[in-house]
């Protein structure tokens, strides 16, 4: 069995400023990890995931992920935010042994303050 | 682009009717899930499906249905909707991997 928590239920910020939004996992096995965003009345949408290689993934729009195997963790960070990322955004775990059903965390609100 | 489309944006029913809340997608893809998403609950799965007619249960299956008669439609019924099934429907359709597409979401209200 798999565990996402992530720590944050909301995160307010200032636009322009960095942002961090943390995600630890737990499980049994190797993993992929992911990160959705999802607007207001909209479905999810992926933004980044980890399947192998490199452990830092980035996305288009700026925001970058790593995979810190150590620490079980894959935060999820962008160094200048814009009022656009204003959103619910969610962190994924499935295992890698053939299970094809993830494990969400409960979703941390990003807020961007003008 | 793999797109997942579900029947309606809006819903409202009254308590005890039957609902049904249809999802369709366009990849070919064998598994296919629905959720609910609540305020500070995250996305708890319904059902899923890795094939036709196939089907097993999730985390919060009572009160719901589901049926995949076709490979790319995914239905989840309420057979009798209560005020607390009121919530945001949101379907998903795989790949594998744990990678999920999913679909614009259901808000259905029930009163």
């Known amino acids: 069995a798999q565990s996402v928590t992530q720590l944050d239920s909301q995160v307010p910020v200032f636009e322009e400023a960095p942002v961090e939004l943390r995600c630890n996992y737990s499980s049994s096995v190797s993993v992929y990890l992911f990160w959705y965003v999802q607007y207001p009345n909209q479905g999810l949408q992926l933004l980044l995931k980890?399947?192998?290689?490199?452990?830092l993934v980035e996305s288009i729009n700026g925001f970058e992920a790593e995979f810190n195997k150590s620490q079980t963790s894959f935060h999820l960070r962008k160094p200048s935010v814009h009022i656009s990322d204003t959103a619910e955004y969610f962190c994924?775990?499935?295992?890698?042994?053939?299970?094809?059903?993830?494990?969400f965390g409960r979703g941390t609100s990003l807020i961007v303050h003008p | 682009d793999v797109k997942v489309t579900q029947s309606s944006r809006y819903l409202v029913k009254r308590t005890g009717e039957k609902v049904f809340l249809e999802c369709v997608q366009d990849?070919?893809?064998?598994?296919m899930f629905w959720y609910r998403q609540d305020p500070g609950l995250g996305l708890r799965l319904i059902y899923f499906?890795?094939?036709?007619?196939?089907?097993e249960k999730g985390d919060i299956p009572e009160g719901y249905s589901v049926s995949r008669e076709k490979k790319e439609r995914f239905s989840l019924i309420l057979e009798s909707a209560s005020t607390n099934q009121t919530s945001m429907y949101l379907c998903?359709?795989?790949?594998?991997?744990?990678?999920?597409?999913f679909g614009p979401g259901t808000r259905l209200t029930v009163t």
């Open positions: 994924a775990v499935s295992d890698r042994g053939g299970s094809y059903i993830p494990t």
């Open positions: 980890y399947l192998s290689g490199s452990t």
């Open positions: 990849m070919d893809h064998e598994n």
């Open positions: 499906s890795y094939d036709v007619k196939m089907k």
């Open positions: 998903a359709s795989s790949p594998g991997q744990g990678r999920q597409y």
